[in-house]
């Protein structure tokens, strides 16, 4: 890809974007707000990625992504601040907001894209499937990691299929750390149980 004069190789933006992943998962294990750093500082090269290669669904999922990851770091302060008694707001908006731009700009996406092309189904369910798992992040409900593993898989599939290689490894290892991730929120919600 040529960026501002400058060939920058598909397997660069394929590793910078994969190591902030990596990152970012670690940090979201532990439910700390830095995750949202990390992982919207992977989209970019991301976002590269899929526009050099003309996956336009995946290329949007980015730009959604971005606004997963302000709504959520907001979010995620906001419920901070409530659960320490300090605030109240208006949950379905702010619930609600992202999600509503998010679709928009995925039926956007899907609306420039040919579905001729078989492989741009693939490129729906796993942008499809990503969606959902989003919504579910920013909530923090346990449900979104085995939804992020069906994510994966079918990302796999489209990652080999694209030559994408460092992509394509990553799913594994994302399904892999999703697994702890899942039976880690799975336990901090048996204890919110607990407690109540």
């Known amino acids: 890809m040529n960026l501002f004069g400058l060939t920058v190789p598909p397997l660069l933006l394929d590793l910078t974007g ?3 992943v990596l990152v970012s998962l670690y940090f979201l294990w532990s439910k700390r707000a830095v995750y949202w750093h990390w992982s919207n500082l992977s989209l970019l090269p991301y976002f590269l990625l899929f526009l ?3 996956q336009w669904m995946l290329a949007g999922l980015q730009v959604t992504y971005l606004l997963f990851g302000i709504h959520g770091l907001y979010l995620w302060h906001l ?3 409530r659960a320490r008694g300090e605030i109240r707001f208006n949950e379905p908006l702010w619930y609600g907001v992202t999600w509503v731009a998010s679709l928009l700009i995925f039926a956007y996406t899907v609306a420039v894209t040919d ?3 078989a492989w741009n189904w693939v490129q729906f369910a796993a942008v499809t499937l990503a969606l959902v798992a989003n919504f579910g ?6 449900w979104s990691w085995p939804v992020w593993i069906a994510v994966n898989a079918v990302q796999a599939v ?3 299929h694209t030559g994408y290689w460092v992509l ?4 594994f290892v994302l399904a892999g750390m999703s697994v702890y991730g899942w039976r880690e ?3 901090d919600e048996a204890r919110e149980v607990a407690f109540a």
């Open 79 to 81: 419920e901070a601040r």
């Open 168 to 171: 394509f490894a990553l799913q």
């Open 52 to 54: 050099s290669g003309g």
């Open 137 to 142: 992040t920013t909530r923090r409900w346990a």
């Open 115 to 117: 579905f001729g092309a």
């Open 18 to 20: 994969g190591a902030c």
């Open 185 to 187: 929120w799975r336990r």
């Open 158 to 160: 489209f990652f080999w």
